[in-house]
């Protein structure tokens, strides 16, 4: 009696399922040179889910994604003709029944999108575009195997790529991955959710939404409604303050409202005292002067629109500091000058990083100041840079022959050929500008690494402006020299290096009037 037409359960002979449809997919398989061992294996997995199919009374015609998702979750009671029933959770039964599933489909026995070869070569034209604007091998392997895996989703799933918004690219991330496709998409092997790379497959659809494929999946970001809109822009145009200072004073401020009254004008000094010192009760003395400063502005604001009154500014007490009782921290001149030679100028990534730890070391530039660097900035026949300080003070200092000679080999044979006014930027795809400072602020981190400088004490970028102001007082460079090339409103700001010399400091300073006497 053949296998393949009746099974026997208990003491009954029980009909195999689409047994025509099982003996041709065998032979579809040995065409494809699968040998009879392969055949055998994968057989026992597809006359599973046959059994399966018929048990749940679903047609061959009906199978999409739900379906065999549901196969492989199923606690499994099948009346399986084998003598140890095949766990539907097996990661290796995964491949056998997606390529049956394929099967069925290409021989018209089960119903699918005609849109599978479309889509791919949609995505084809992605990555030849991504190619061309520079992204790594590695990127593009990354954007492929994503937006593949997605195609392949869609397809299993009966969803058409036009009708795609952002409730279906949810349940695509959140869903557990039972897809595959042969020569396409392998699928995972494991049954566990697959790690999914958002960025590639988002720039897939950005692809899409600006070919027309799609309509905009992406909700435009949301920014909630904190009531201190009005403050934001008062610092803007009467206080010339940065937008990251302000993100910093309107998240303090945040904070502190809770603690506070509704309406301003029934804030009193009690109330604003005790919302400090819950708000500084564990705080350093720097966070602390960060957070009375910030609230003293806000009542500022506050009493410049005549919501309170401005006798309340003089509430917030001032924390008491002594001036100048920390030191900088600062390397030594052989230090820096290893943490420059340590970047590879046969790289285009060592190349950029030079320039930027020379700006850092020769200039003592802020981070925020280098990553704000335009190619405008760089006036190469004056020998100048236009440096854009704090509250967008402009200066222009000199640009010395080994800075400008970094700058220019970056600019003229590394940098990308991009629309971007900015100096510096990443050196793979997409060529995109530094945010803010923390791009330079790493790049001086890695730096002082290769150098061999303790990352717990010297942490960024920052320690190159310490240096280059200590250095140079150290080689006789006056407080005024020093204090010019800094940007520093006042000497006093300046002086603050002075003390780091504790040779010059004992031959400057006094005899004890006690003498020597204990």
């Not at 990083?353 to 020769?362: G, M, Q, S």
Request: aromatic share 8%.
């Amino acid at each position: 009696m053949s296998s393949t037409t009746t099974r026997l359960s208990g003491s009954q002979l029980t009909p195999e399922p689409h047994p025509e449809v099982f003996d041709e997919y065998r032979d579809h398989l040995r065409g494809l040179g699968f040998t009879e061992t392969s055949v055998r294996d994968h057989g026992r997995f597809v006359r599973h889910f046959l059994i399966w199919l018929d048990a749940d009374d679903i047609t061959l015609d009906s199978i999409d994604g739900n379906v065999v998702s549901s196969f492989f979750r199923h606690d499994c009671g099948c009346d399986l003709p084998f003598s140890k029933a095949i766990p539907s959770d097996s990661g290796y039964s995964v491949g056998p029944v997606t390529r049956f599933v394929r099967f069925l489909e290409e021989t018209g026995r089960t119903f699918h999108l005609e849109e599978l070869d479309q889509n791919l070569g949609l995505l084809d034209q992605f990555l030849q575009q991504s190619r061309e604007n520079g992204y790594s091998h590695r990127a593009l392997n990354v954007f492929r195997s994503t937006s593949r895996h997605f195609i392949v989703w869609l397809h299993h799933f009966r969803i058409p790529l036009g009708q795609l918004d952002s409730s279906t690219l949810e349940c695509f991330f959140e869903h557990d991955c039972y897809c595959g496709l042969p020569g396409i998409y392998t699928g995972w092997r494991k049954k566990e959710r697959a790690v999914y790379q958002p960025s590639g497959l988002t720039r897939f659809i950005e692809f899409l939404i600006d070919r027309g494929e799609v309509s905009d999946v992406f909700p435009s970001p949301t920014v909630a409604d904190d009531g201190l809109d009005e403050f934001r822009s008062w610092l803007r145009q009467n206080r010339n303050i940065g937008e990251k200072t302000i993100r910093h004073y309107t998240g303090t401020i945040t904070s502190l409202l809770p603690d506070l009254a509704e309406n301003p004008d029934q804030f009193d000094v009690t109330q604003i005292r005790d919302a400090l010192m819950d708000k500084l009760e564990s705080a350093s003395i720097r966070q602390a002067k960060r957070v009375t400063s910030t609230l003293r502005m806000y009542l500022r604001f506050l009493a410049s629109t005549g919501r309170c009154s401005a006798r309340l500014v003089g509430a917030v007490p001032t924390v008491a500091e002594w001036s100048q009782t920390t030191l900088p921290r600062y390397l030594a001149p052989e230090i820096i000058e290893r943490a420059i030679d340590s970047c590879d100028r046969a790289t285009p990534t060592g190349v950029r990083d030079r320039a930027i730890v020379l700006l850092l070391a020769r200039l003592g530039l802020r981070a925020g100041e280098v990553s704000r660097l335009r190619l405008c900035d760089i006036d190469w026949e004056n020998a100048q840079l236009r440096i854009c300080g704090k509250s967008d003070k402009e200066t222009a200092i000199p640009l010395p022959q080994e800075v400008g000679d970094a700058l220019l080999d970056y600019i003229a044979n590394v940098r990308p050929r991009v629309d971007e006014e900015r100096v510096f930027l990443t050196v793979l795809a997409p060529h995109r500008a530094f945010k803010e400072s923390s791009g330079i602020t790493y790049v001086a981190r890695v730096a002082l690494e290769r150098a061999g400088v303790d990352r717990a004490k010297f942490r960024g970028a920052h320690v190159f402006r310490h240096s280059a102001a200590t250095n140079l007082l150290r080689s006789g460079a006056s407080l005024r020299f020093v204090g010019s090339l800094l940007r520093h409103e006042s000497l006093k700001t300046t002086a603050l290096y002075a003390k780091v010399d504790a040779q010059m400091l004992q031959e400057l300073a006094q005899p004890w009037i006690g003498g020597n006497a204990k």
